[in-house]
């Protein structure tokens, strides 16, 4: 049986991502932040599905909390087979209204962490011939919406560069570039969504079916929705300029609206500290 690695692991798109690949018979290694969901995450994947699934508390806004994935992803002994780097979070508020603090614990989850963790599994995959790997960015990669799209663009470029490097080797690479998807995500950052339109919403699980689809036939960036692929389409050919005045009034119209709390609306400190694990096994 293989095994697959799923950061942020406890809801949103990693969830549907842990669900599925517990359907198709992968032992898991579940990271968050959150202990305690971890583990009634691991013990339902486990008694539904009959997989081994190990919890790795980790935060990846922290050196400690990355090092402590990146041990586990090359450890020899305990091979995974398929990567998904789906940890990240959003901010709310323009830039210059979002402290430089907040912005930087951003991008060392969204592009220092998925550097170091996408490295340390795919040499051991090359080593072995085989391996996948999928890094979560976003459709506003390709859009000029601030340091969260800069961010998902570097994920996206970074996976397109190292999937041409390793080419040949097993190894697969693949962005995945959703929009809209109805996860806990905009509530955690602080951000209303009843002005975003029904039919912007995709749903996780399919999105994630679509993504493994993606990768099954070798994809280097998927854009997991018919609707998505023709408004992407559309940004390619628009004038870089023009893009950004029409991004912005998307944004202001259709994106996520400041909620009413004072201040910047800062996503909840990470916990720090000592990364936890264990392992759910059958008959425990």
């Known amino acids: 049986m ?21 359907r198709d018979r992968h032992d898991l290694v579940l990271v968050a932040r959150d202990a305690g969901e971890l583990r009634r995450q691991a013990a339902e994947l ?7 699934a190990a ?33 990240g979070f959003g901010q709310k508020g323009a830039y210059l209204e979002v402290p430089v603090a907040d912005e930087l ?8 962490a998925v550097l170091r963790l996408t490295t340390a599994a795919a040499e051991p995959m090359r080593q072995r011939g085989r391996g996948g790997v999928v890094n979560v960015a ?4 390709f859009l000029p919406r601030g340091t969260y799209g ?7 470029r970074f996976t397109e560069g190292a999937a041409h490097d390793l080419a040949g080797s097993g190894v697969r690479l693949m962005a995945l570039c959703p929009g809209f998807v109805r996860t ?9 969504t009843d002005n975003i339109p029904g039919w912007m919403w995709l749903d996780a699980d399919r999105v994630v079916d679509a993504a493994l689809r993606d990768l099954a036939r070798r994809r280097t960036v998927s854009v997991p929705d018919p609707r998505y692929k023709v408004l992407m389409a559309a940004a390619r050919l628009a004038p870089r300029g023009a893009l950004g005045a029409i991004s912005s009034r998307a944004g202001r119209r259709f994106g996520p609206r400041h909620g009413a709390a004072g201040g910047h609306g800062r996503q909840p400190a990470a916990e720090r500290g000592g990364a936890l694990g264990e392992t759910i096994r059958q008959g425990d």
């Open 105 to 112: 614990r951003m991008l060392t989850v969204h592009c220092e």
């Open 2 to 22: 293989t095994t697959a690695l799923v950061t942020g692991a406890t809801s949103g798109i990693g969830a549907a991502f842990a669900r599925r690949l517990a």
């Open 55 to 87: 919890v790795l508390r980790a935060d990846l806004a922290s050196d400690e909390g990355i090092a402590a994935v990146e041990a586990r992803l090359s450890d020899p002994r305990r091979p995974v087979d398929l990567l998904i780097n789906n940890a």
């Open 184 to 192: 806990e995500f905009h509530e955690r950052a602080g951000l209303g």
């Open 46 to 52: 486990h008694d539904r599905h009959g997989v081994e």
């Open 150 to 156: 800069a961010s998902k663009a570097w994920v996206v």
């Open 138 to 141: 976003s459709v506003a990669a």
